[in-house]
């Protein structure tokens, strides 16, 4: 096969698929006979054949993609209009934690926030794919270690985590993240789940650890809209 050929079979498969494919992955195309790193660069000269498009391919933390390039969200806005917010602020700011000062317990969130967090918010950010335990901090009790996945970087467009927007000065506040769900795919949050205030209930047992400053999380409004299966894209 030659290399106008992979470079198609390749395409196809990108555009057809439902999520980021990894080099593995794409080589079980050609029954392993291409090497990763041949693979690697026909996806850079196939990311290049689409530099002037409005569809990108994208090399995420799982994998490759195609989506759509960020000015051309104004134009997909017209064709979904804005919804109401689909994530409370506690959703938010825990998840904005959890990202920027990772790895992090219950207790550093409840610290920054005030207030306790709710193990709702915890467990559906982790059903979601978009939090996972990594560990556990030595400290009495033992509190189970957050961090993000790569689920959650496939699902803002990024390679890595070093590609999140920068914190901004200390004492600043976490607002700005809002902007993160509009980048993210729908969650099924109960929104009556509210926080409860430290004196209001028992702290946890990790909630001694030693606090962690937050910044502003400046997060991007744009979203980068995958092409769905099937989809002909042609000139």
């Given at each position: 096969?030659?290399?106008?050929?992979?470079?198609?079979?390749?395409?196809?498969?990108?555009?057809?698929?439902?999520?980021?494919?990894?080099?593995?992955?794409?080589?079980?195309?050609?029954?392993?006979?291409?090497?990763?790193?041949?693979?690697?660069?026909?996806?850079?000269?196939?990311?290049?054949?689409?530099?002037?498009?409005?569809?990108?391919?994208?090399?995420?933390?799982?994998?490759?993609?195609?989506?759509?390039?960020?000015?051309?969200?104004?134009?997909?806005?017209?064709?979904?209009?804005?919804?109401?917010?689909?994530?409370?602020?506690?959703?938010?700011?825990?998840?904005?934690?959890?990202?920027?000062?990772?790895?992090?317990?219950?207790?550093?969130?409840?610290?920054?926030?005030?207030?306790?967090?709710?193990?709702?918010?915890?467990?559906?950010?982790?059903?979601?794919?978009?939090?996972?335990?990594?560990?556990?901090?030595?400290?009495?009790?033992?509190p189970a270690l957050l961090a993000t996945t790569q689920q959650f970087l496939d699902d803002l467009?990024?390679?890595?985590?070093?590609?999140?927007?920068?914190?901004?000065?200390?004492?600043?506040?976490?607002?700005?993240?809002?902007?993160?769900?509009?980048?993210?795919?729908?969650?099924?949050?109960?929104?009556?789940?509210?926080?409860?205030?430290?004196?209001?209930?028992?702290?946890?047992?990790d909630s001694e650890a030693a606090p962690v400053v937050p910044g502003n999380a400046q997060a991007?409004?744009?979203?980068?809209?995958?092409?769905?299966?099937?989809?002909?894209?042609?000139?």
């Amino acid at each position: 096969m030659n290399t106008h050929e992979a470079k198609r079979v390749l395409e196809t498969a990108l555009i057809c698929a439902s999520q980021a494919l990894s080099v593995a992955e794409l080589r079980r195309l050609f029954d392993d006979t291409i090497a990763a790193d041949t693979v690697r660069t026909l996806l850079e000269e196939l990311r290049a054949d689409w530099q002037s498009r409005g569809v990108e391919l994208a090399q995420l933390a799982r994998g490759w993609r195609f989506q759509s390039r960020a000015d051309m969200q104004p134009f997909l806005d017209r064709l979904y209009p804005e919804k109401p917010q689909k994530y409370s602020r506690a959703v938010l700011e825990t998840l904005a934690i959890i990202a920027y000062r990772q790895p992090v317990t219950r207790g550093d969130i409840e610290e920054i926030r005030g207030v306790v967090v709710s193990t709702q918010i915890i467990r559906q950010l982790e059903d979601r794919g978009w939090v996972e335990v990594i560990g556990h901090r030595e400290a009495p009790g033992r509190p189970a270690l957050l961090a993000t996945t790569q689920q959650f970087l496939d699902d803002l467009g990024l390679k890595a985590l070093d590609m999140l927007p920068p914190l901004g000065e200390r004492g600043e506040t976490l607002s700005s993240f809002d902007g993160l769900q509009q980048r993210l795919p729908e969650l099924d949050l109960v929104e009556q789940a509210q926080d409860i205030a430290p004196s209001q209930t028992q702290p946890p047992p990790d909630s001694e650890a030693a606090p962690v400053v937050p910044g502003n999380a400046q997060a991007s409004t744009f979203s980068h809209r995958s092409v769905p299966p099937g989809a002909l894209l042609s000139d």
